[in-house]
């Protein structure tokens, strides 16, 4: 079994529906979160970052973290065509780890 | 300041060559990391160096890869002997190591496409 756990997909939503995309772990140790956009044939570029529990919220952008179960979610509001990519979560342990852990990513399809 | 830089951005080559990569971080970040990707899958650790150290490799990284980082700025990754399963995405990342600042949080470069025929 993987350390991180990410819903495959692929995921389709109407042009201003919110959409929702989770992952989960396994692993006790990670403390920082990231969720990073990757479109087709490119390097993924880091959304947003969260340590430990807890919300933060950027423009349409709101990732949520709950330690307690292990689970972590990226929600877009008013989602967009250019919002049409594959998102990917990671996670790290303590500052000297270094590595970060993957889920194999949610690709989403927004359609105009 | 650019971002992460690789080169080349597409190699293909036959099984049993050599191939090198490179990757210039972002200035002033002292961690650099290697990932490797295969499509539908997400980035797999492969190694990272702190300034020029190379503080840990993973399992995947077999005797055929080699990575270094010799002044603490650019790096090179290099596979010899390729092998058709080693076509795959080789991504680069930085960061910014120091003290209370560590949030290890890893900046990508466009990543290398490898292509072993």
């Known amino acids: 079994q993987k350390e991180v756990e990410q819903d495959p997909g692929p995921l389709s939503v109407p042009e201003g529906a919110i959409v929702s995309l989770n992952c989960t772990y396994s692993n006790s140790a990670f403390q920082y979160f990231m969720w990073y956009r990757q479109y087709s044939r490119k390097g993924p570029e880091l959304l947003m970052y969260t340590y430990s529990s807890g919300n933060k919220e950027d423009g349409r952008f709101t990732a949520q973290v709950d330690k307690s179960s292990k689970y972590i979610s990226l929600f877009i509001r008013d989602s967009q065509p250019s919002d049409s990519a594959t998102y990917l979560c990671?996670?790290?342990?303590?500052?000297?780890?270094?590595?970060?852990?993957f889920g194999d990513g949610t690709t989403l399809t927004v359609k105009p | 300041d650019t971002g992460v830089s690789q080169n080349p951005r597409h190699k293909i080559t036959k099984r049993g060559q050599n191939v090198t990569f490179r990757c210039d971080p972002i200035?002033?970040?002292?961690?650099l990391y290697w990932y490797r990707q295969t499509l539908g899958q997400g980035p797999e650790f492969l190694t990272y160096?702190?300034?020029?150290?190379?503080?840990?490799k993973s399992r995947l990284l077999s005797d055929r890869f080699s990575a270094e980082r010799p002044k603490g700025s650019f790096s090179t990754l290099e596979i010899q002997r390729t092998e058709q399963g080693d076509s795959a995405m080789y991504l680069c990342?930085?960061?910014?190591?120091?003290?209370?600042?560590?949030?290890?949080?890893?900046?990508f470069g466009a990543g290398t496409r490898l292509s072993v025929l």
């Open positions: 200035s002033e970040h002292n961690r």
């Open positions: 990671a996670m790290s342990a303590n500052t000297n780890a270094g590595k970060s852990t």
């Open positions: 990342a930085s960061s910014l190591a120091w003290g209370a600042l560590d949030k290890n949080i890893q900046y």
């Open positions: 160096f702190q300034n020029e150290a190379q503080l840990e």
